[in-house]
T-cell receptor, first 115, second 113 residues
Framework: GAVVSQHPSRVICKSGTSVKIECRSLDFQATTMFWYRQFPKQSLMLMATSNEGSKATYEQGVEKDKFLINHASLTLSTLTVTSAHPEDSSFYIC???????????FGSGTRLTVV | GDSVTQMEGPVTLSEEAFLTINCTYTATGYPSLFWYVQYPGEGLQLLLKATKADDKGSNKGFEATYRKETTSFHLEKGSVQVSDSAVYFCALVPRLTGNQFYFGTGTSLTVIP
């Protein structure tokens, strides 16, 4: 149980285009989901907290107009990288939890390459 | 602020060798500590965790002990297998927030036959 599915696993896009990444909780409802980003040889860093039915909470230094987060249902959060640039190339991963006792499950991640 | 420092890789070991991956942390209070593993092409999987000082987390032959005095949570395995080849992440969750993870940089392990 507690499976989080993330799609796509890899995407290559041209500079200036937008890319949408989906994070789904398959067998539980998640009012909160988290988006992380990892640059090469660096830690996974929390980007934002996605809240179902309300605005996402962004970490300091993360541009909310560039990284649009939509959490329209209890099982789906999307991260859209708008007007992507090569410096946005990174590994993006989401997580969610059915409850505090179970803990957090992570998606398989999305490798974004902007050319 | 809260942070995790993890030994850099990559680490290459022969099968049946002893594994240690060092992890130290900085946090206010007493965080929960985790080791996650990422196999090629897959997401992060929880390997083990400890929620208070002196707790030992264990799973699949891996162990880590929550050491408050040294602020460490080193991962060990007595005899690694080829199937253990993966990237290992040390992480903490602060006691107060309860949900935000702080990760180390990850350590890539390759086990050769």
């Amino acid at each position: 149980g507690a499976v989080v599915s993330q799609h796509p696993s890899r995407v290559i896009c041209k500079s200036g285009t937008s890319v949408k990444i989906e994070c789904r909780s398959l067998d539980f409802q998640a009012t909160t989901m988290f988006w992380y980003r990892q640059f090469p040889k660096q830690s996974l860093m929390l980007m934002a907290t996605s809240n179902e039915g309300s605005k996402a909470t962004y970490e300091q230094g993360v541009e909310k107009d560039k990284f649009l987060i939509n959490h329209a249902s209890l099982t789906l959060s999307t991260l859209t990288v708008t007007s992507a640039h090569p410096e946005d190339s990174s590994f993006y991963i989401c997580s969610a939890s059915p409850d505090r006792v179970y803990g957090y499950t992570f998606g398989s991640g999305t490798r974004l390459t902007v050319v | 602020g809260d942070s995790v420092t993890q030994m850099e890789g990559p680490v290459t070991l022969s099968e049946e060798a002893f594994l240690t991956i060092n992890c130290t942390y900085t946090a206010t209070g007493y965080p929960s500590l985790f080791w996650y593993v990422q196999y090629p092409g897959e997401g992060l999987q929880l390997l083990l965790k400890a929620t208070k000082a002196d707790d030992k987390g264990s799973n699949k032959g891996f162990e880590a002990t929550y050491r408050k005095e040294t602020t460490s949570f080193h991962l060990e395995k007595g005899s690694v297998q080829v199937s253990d080849s993966a990237v290992y992440f040390c992480a903490l969750v602060p006691r107060l927030t309860g949900n935000q993870f702080y990760f180390g940089t990850g350590t890539s392990l390759t086990v050769i036959p």
